[in-house]
């Protein structure tokens, strides 16, 4: 990623690159204050998702399934906005058509690079 003070994405060209064979998570843009991604799951798949450590909002962009957020449980499906607050256990299930959603965290963790030795 490079150093711009801004940057413009095209949400067609975005859904373009998506992965759809499998479960995938592509990540466009980091910055010190924000991550986006755009996140595939196929029908019948498991998500790979777990509580964060930062802020999450999701956008569906396509798709129907559920998500479990605690102990409640909510449909989502194209056009569905949902907010999960830093370390709350979620995840998507019963997902029935391929779901396809935007996902944005803040204040994201920085990469540790691992060192020989550690």
């Known amino acids: 990623m490079n150093d711009a003070t801004w940057q413009i994405f095209q949400l067609d060209e975005l859904l373009a690159k998506v992965e759809r064979s499998g479960v995938s998570l592509k990540e466009f843009l980091r ?3 924000l991550s986006c991604s755009i996140y595939h799951l196929p029908v019948g798949s498991r998500d790979m998702s777990s509580a964060h450590e930062e802020d999450e909002l999701y956008l569906v962009l396509e798709g129907k399934a559920h998500l479990r957020i605690g102990d409640s449980e909510h449909h989502v499906e194209r056009g569905t906005l949902m907010y999960v607050q830093a370390a709350c256990d979620h ?3 019963d997902i029935r058509e391929d779901l396809t959603v935007l996902a944005f965290f803040g204040a994201p963790v ?7 030795g550690d």
Do not use: E
């Open 31 to 33: 910055t010190p204050s």
């Open 91 to 93: 995840a998507f299930f």
């Open 110 to 116: 920085p990469v540790r690079r691992h060192r020989s």
